[in-house]
């Protein structure tokens, strides 16, 4: 599988994007999807993920303001993230996962594929 990940960019405070990840190689239907964020000087840590049957886990601070989907007919997965603060300044990575609901339990581990990462940026 290979994740194609796009829609990062630079964005005030309070701002919205929309990040989106598209695989080629195998339907993503067979996956539990998710994102990843990598700051500098940091882990990369669990932020969302989205099970085959459309459960979504996010992490607390997200919760009020990132929503994740995924659309299987387009084999692409996407992270809507609004209210931006600077603290979710990073690289966001999607990835794919095999276990079922394990990015949230078992965080970068439980990953089988990641796509390339995009950076997000927000300003104060």
């Known amino acids: 599988v290979q994740l194609q990940a796009s829609g990062g960019g630079l964005v005030q405070t309070g701002g919205s994007l929309a990040l989106s990840c598209a695989a080629s190689?195998?339907?993503?239907?067979?996956?539990?999807m998710g994102w990843f964020r990598q700051a500098p000087g940091k882990e990369r840590e669990f932020v969302a993920s989205?099970?085959?049957?459309?459960?979504?886990t996010l992490r607390d601070s997200v919760k009020d303001r990132f929503t994740i989907s995924r659309d299987n007919a387009k084999n692409t997965v996407y992270l809507q993230m609004n209210s931006l603060k600077p603290e979710d300044t990073a690289v966001y990575y999607c990835?794919?996962?095999?276990?079922?609901?394990?990015?949230?339990?078992?965080?970068?581990?439980?990953?089988?594929?990641w796509g390339q990462g995009t950076q997000v940026t927000v300003s104060s």
């Open positions: 190689g195998r339907t993503l239907s067979v996956y539990d």
């Open positions: 990835a794919a996962a095999a276990r079922v609901y394990g990015m949230a339990v078992y965080g970068t581990n439980s990953v089988d594929y």
């Open positions: 989205i099970s085959r049957s459309e459960g979504s």
